[in-house]
């Protein structure tokens, strides 16, 4: 197998045109370094090159020095590497960089100003565009960090993910279906960051409750307890991850069902989370992409849900339904201005619900 080597120089207005890196005797961290910090579902198979599929699943770590460097390996999928990382640098402007081979080495920052620094490096795309493996950094020297003690999980489809939201590098209908993820910059990382709080992800495009589109093959309860949910694959350790808050945000893609398939369903699903995280508040939300028609279908649904649930003794479970639609993206899903007003109302809710 053939291994490329990609040095990707990222460039953004904070740091100006790109300059000859200047590293002062830079040492190279593993990614079993115990200051690293990893939030997401990961396979630690191989501590030296953690393995992650899902959106949103992030790496974070403190360090000195003027320049940082990464490496990362990328899932090769019928010859082509494609996975998207959001890159963000202490509080600049995040940034979106796209790995080219099977290992890459990846400059993310240079003519840093001298002292401490953090990164962010998040997967932006999704399960089904193939693995990321982290497996180490370059820096000057690397220190400890402690990240937030809040948690949420976001549960959903293609709108969690944030797919179609991101048209920086091609327009809609353009380019590759994946060239338009950032999940980053979705709705919940957004809510998150919002709040000081870590987040997880635990979406894939087209799953729904009882129905997916697109001959996925899965539906939600079926890969909930995975680490790689695209496949029914890999168990999950919930104990890695116990959020304070998590949000369910299905039925797009289940459309309009039977309501006593669809309700007993989400119930269930209710239950299931619940074995897990026995004290954690559940928000469900609505849809915040359906049309006029699938809106007060989900809204009189998730109402009953939550009224079933609450009369047998689960006061933790309430809803959310958002101010409008939000369609401004690729395929009618919010666009990535929209996921901030999405992020805003949800904000707002999550802050009043846990007095944050």
């Not at 799953?207 to 949910?229: A, E, H, R, W």
Request: charged fraction near 20%; aromatic fraction near 12%.
């Amino acid at each position: 197998m053939k291994y490329f080597l990609c040095f990707i120089l990222a460039l953004s207005s904070v740091y100006g045109f790109a300059k000859p890196l200047h590293t002062g005797n830079p040492n190279f961290y593993r990614a079993d370094d115990p200051r690293i910090k990893y939030v997401g579902r990961i396979d630690y198979s191989n501590p030296l090159a953690p393995r992650f599929w899902n959106p949103g699943v992030y790496v974070q770590a403190k360090f000195k020095g003027t320049s940082l460097e990464i490496t990362v390996n990328d899932e090769t999928l019928f010859g082509v590497t494609h996975n998207y990382l959001e890159i963000v640098i202490d509080n600049n402007k995040p940034f979106r960089i796209q790995t080219t081979g099977k290992t890459c080495v990846l400059k993310v920052a240079d003519n840093l100003p001298p002292g401490v620094h953090t990164v962010t490096i998040c997967k932006d795309t999704e399960s089904g565009i193939g693995y990321i493996e982290f497996t180490g950094l370059k820096c000057a020297q690397l220190l400890d960090m402690k990240l937030p003690k809040r948690k949420i999980e976001f549960i959903g489809d293609s709108i969690t993910c944030g797919t179609g939201s991101d048209l920086s590098v091609e327009p809609c209908d353009h380019g590759n279906w994946y060239d338009q993820h950032n999940a980053y910059m979705s709705y919940g990382p957004t809510t998150a960051r919002n709040l000081n709080a870590q987040w997880q992800l635990t979406a894939v495009s087209g799953i729904g409750l009882i129905y997916s589109c697109c001959n996925i093959g899965i539906t939600l309860p079926q890969v909930f307890d995975k680490v790689m949910l695209r496949d029914d694959s890999i168990k999950w350790n919930f104990n890695k991850y116990t959020p304070d808050v998590v949000t369910i945000c299905v039925g797009q893609n289940d459309g309009k069902q039977d309501s006593v398939a669809f309700c007993s369903a989400y119930v269930s699903f209710i239950h299931n989370i619940r074995t897990h995280y026995p004290k954690t508040d559940i928000v469900c939300l609505n849809s915040p992409m359906a049309n006029g028609e699938l809106t007060p279908i989900l809204k009189k649904y998730i109402t009953s849900i939550v009224q079933s649930v609450n009369s047998n003794g689960d006061k933790k479970v309430s809803y959310f339904f958002f101010s409008r639609s939000f369609n401004d993206g690729c395929g009618g899903h919010p666009s990535m201005a929209q996921h901030v007003l999405i992020a805003d109302e949800l904000t707002t809710y999550i802050k009043n619900l846990k007095g944050w």
